[in-house]
């Protein structure tokens, strides 16, 4: 069984920073792609990065230049280094991870950690 567990979540006023960790544990293959989703109220959940299994990395437009993720992939680990924060980013953020099983990939998710940004 696979467990993606996030932390780092909280409140911040808006310039400020914070940053979200997620560690995939249990007994599991190769992690092919992990990632970041958020989901704000009202909205669909939406990507947020992505780091390939090739390395690279994408952002979605509304983060680029403010948002860095960074995989470790011995320790199974993400993070979301988040800078100069906006109101706009205030949601919950789940890490995502596509995991081999046999001949499939199967997609797995944390329960979420929730970002306010407010002043």
């Known amino acids: 069984q696979v467990q993606l567990v996030e932390s780092g979540g909280g409140s911040v006023q808006p310039g400020g920073s914070l940053r979200l960790s997620c560690a995939a544990s249990?007994?599991?293959?190769?992690?092919?792609?992990m990632g970041w989703w958020r989901q704000a109220p009202g909205e669909g959940r939406k990507l947020v990065g992505i780091?390939?299994?090739?390395?690279?990395?994408t952002y979605a437009d509304s983060v680029k230049g403010r948002f860095t993720i960074s995989r470790d992939n011995p320790q199974n680990t993400l993070s979301l280094q988040m800078r100069d924060l906006k109101p706009e980013d205030t949601a919950v953020y789940y890490c995502n991870a596509y995991i081999e099983e046999g001949n499939r990939a199967v997609q797995y998710w944390g329960q979420g950690t929730q970002v306010t940004v407010s002043s």
């Open positions: 780091v390939l299994s090739s390395g690279t990395t």
């Open positions: 249990g007994t599991f293959g190769n992690i092919i792609n």
